[in-house]
């Protein structure tokens, strides 16, 4: 008899184990099953952007999961921003901010690539070297009347304009070479993490680069998620602080571009800085943190 009561205990208390395991197995499968990020196609075609968002999330592993990254269908960034913004078919991407993406998008607000989007050097039509020369402010740069060559809806063109430089502008990105080699305009600003490809690529056209200076403006890339994915955003910006502190961003940025600093003298230039005026007060709130920007400059030309 107690043997069978025994038996009945045992029984009873194998079923109550196993309705314990299938209600507890979904929640233990699902915290070991990787986390599917849909990133957009142009920032993982990016490596230097793709390594620093997967640094980010490797540092935040223990304390969220595993991931998995997947590149998006190929789509324009209008389509991205629709995508984004509803977390459906995107989850993460990179761009510079505006005051409408912020207020629709979360942005993790430390730059992806430590602001070299605002970090300018100029083609140059060969033999023009000395237009450029013994310029020592922004307001010699404006009194000898440099034109400068942007895209039309760049947000470096309006940032330009807003410091009262002469832009030149042309809807497309490819004929702006065209119309540097046909004297249209003087300088082609383009980001330092840019321009060598492209001066590989046109040096045989007559265009070289520029010698002396770097201009400099606040123009961050930030890593955007949307509103309905807000665990991502504080994973991202996790990751991207601890990175932050212990060198690893760092190191990324510096072996992606040393060699490319090195080649256009990019210490030694005399940086113009201009002001961005169409950050939003959040993201102005970051400027003034060092710790966020790249700055090699020896030299500075106060405006």
């Known amino acids: ?18 309705i314990a395991f299938f209600i507890a197995a979904p929640a233990v499968i699902a915290e070991q099953t990787a986390e599917e990020i849909i990133v957009w196609n142009r920032l ?24 998995s990254l997947r ?6 960034q209008g389509r991205v921003l629709t995508e984004l913004k509803q977390n459906r078919r995107i989850h993460v991407a990179s761009f510079a901010p505006t005051e409408k993406r912020e207020s629709e998008l979360l942005a993790i607000r430390i730059p992806v690539t430590r602001g070299l989007l605002g970090i300018r050097v100029c083609l140059i039509h060969e033999g023009r070297q000395k237009l ?75 265009i070289g680069l520029e010698q002396e200076y770097v201009l400099i403006y606040r123009l961050p890339s930030f890593f955007f998620v ?15 602080r601890l990175a932050n ?6 190191r990324i940025i510096n072996n992606a571009y040393r060699d490319q600093f ?17 950050l939003s007060e959040k993201t102005r709130a970051i400027v003034k943190d060092d710790s966020l920007w790249l700055n090699p400059f020896n030299d500075k030309v106060n405006p």
């Open 1 to 18: 008899m107690v043997t069978q009561e025994i038996f009945i205990h045992m029984i009873k208390l194998s079923i109550s184990l196993l």
């Open 44 to 67: 993982s075609d990016n490596p230097v952007s793709y390594k620093i968002l997967q640094l980010a999330l490797d540092k935040t592993t223990n304390a969220y999961r595993p991931y």
């Open 71 to 76: 590149p998006s269908v190929p789509m324009e």
């Open 132 to 206: 450029f020369s013994d310029i020592n402010n922004l307001q010699q740069w404006k009194d000898r009347g440099i034109k400068i060559g942007q895209g039309e809806y760049w947000p470096d063109t309006a940032i330009l304009e807003a410091n009262e430089l002469r832009v030149i502008k042309s809807v497309k990105y490819k004929p702006l070479f065209d119309m540097l080699i046909k004297d249209r305009f003087d300088c082609f600003s383009r980001s330092v993490s840019e321009v060598l490809p492209e001066l590989e690529k046109y040096k045989d056209k007559g």
């Open 226 to 240: 949307s509103r309905k994915n807000p665990k991502l955003a504080q994973r991202i910006e996790q990751g991207l």
């Open 245 to 250: 502190q212990d060198g690893s961003f760092d």
């Open 262 to 278: 090195e080649k256009i003298n990019l210490k030694n230039r005399k940086a113009i800085y201009l002001d961005n005026p169409y």
